[in-house]
C-alpha cells in the first residue's frame, strides 16, 4: 500500500479528498490554466488538482497544513521546478507575498467547511494581487456569496465578497465526489476581483462593522439595527426607508452609508 493511498482523512482538518475524474476534467475547463501563469493552490490534499496545473506548466505554490500530507506532497511533486510547498496555516499565510514583481496569482482550493469564511474574509485583503479564485465550498456557502438583497442568503458574506469581486457559481457537486463524502452537497465558484471598485469607501472596516452590526439584528428595522452607528439623517438623506430590514439594502447602499458624513 502507497503513502498515498494509507493517508487517512482527517477530520480536524476537515478532509475530504476529491476523486471523481469526470468533476476534475469540469473544474480544469473551467479554470482554463495556461503555462506561465503563477497559481496557488490551498489544501491540495492528495494532489487531484495539482498534478494537472503542473504538467500544464504553471508556476505553482500550494499551501497545506497537514504535515503528513506536506511529506506526500513533496514526495510526488518535489522534483518539478515549477513546484514550490508551504507548509502552513492558509488562514495565517501572506499570500501577497507571493505576487513578486507586480505579477497577478490565480488562486484554487478545496476549502474546509470549518474555515471557509474566515479564509475567503483573509483572501480578500489580497484581491489587489489576485487575478481569480475558484473555489470549491460547501453550496449553501456559495449561494450566500452570490446572494442577492432581499433572499435569506443575503447578508454579510455576500455584500463584502461583491464589494471586491464579482462572483460567478459554476456548477454543483455530488458528495459521492469525495473520500469520505462530505454530508453536504458542494459547489464550485468563480471570484474575480474588481480591476475598480464599483462602490469604492473611504473605509472598509467601516464598511465591514456596519454590515456586520446591521445583520447581527437583521430582524429589526434598520433604525433600530443601526442605532448608535449611523445617524438617523444619514438614511434620510440618502433616501433609505428607515423602516427597511438589513436585508433590503443593496451593496451600494451600505457603501454609501458608510461613507456618510453630516453636512
Known sequence: MTQQSSHKARKRFGQNFLQDHNVIYSILSNIQANSGEHWVEIGPGLGAITEPLIEKGVSLDVVEL????????????????NFSIHSADALKFDFSALAKDNSSLRIIGNLPYNISTPLLFHLLDSAYCIEDMHFMLQKEVVERMASQPGTSA????GIMTQYYCKVQP???VDPSAFKPAPKVESAIVR???????????E??????????????KRRKTLRN????IVAPEALEDLNIEASL????????????????KPE
Not at 471570484?191 to 469607501?201: A, F, I, Q, S
Not at 439595527?225 to 448608535?228: C, V, Y
Not at 436585508?247 to 451600505?254: A, V
Open 203 to 216: 473605509s472598509v472596516e467601516r464598511l465591514q462593522n456596519v454590515v456586520r452590526i446591521a445583520f447581527t
Open 66 to 81: 497537514d504535515r503528513d500530507l506536506v511529506k506526500i506532497l513533496e514526495q510526488r511533486f518535489g522534483s518539478n521546478d
Open 225 to 228: 439595527a443601526l442605532s448608535g
Open 154 to 157: 443575503y447578508g454579510r458574506l
Open 170 to 172: 459554476l456548477f454543483l
Open 245 to 260: 430590514r438589513p436585508e433590503n439594502l443593496s451593496l451600494e447602499q451600505y457603501c454609501l452609508l458608510s461613507n456618510w
Open 191 to 201: 471570484l474575480v476581483p474588481h480591476k475598480v471598485l464599483p462602490y469604492p469607501v
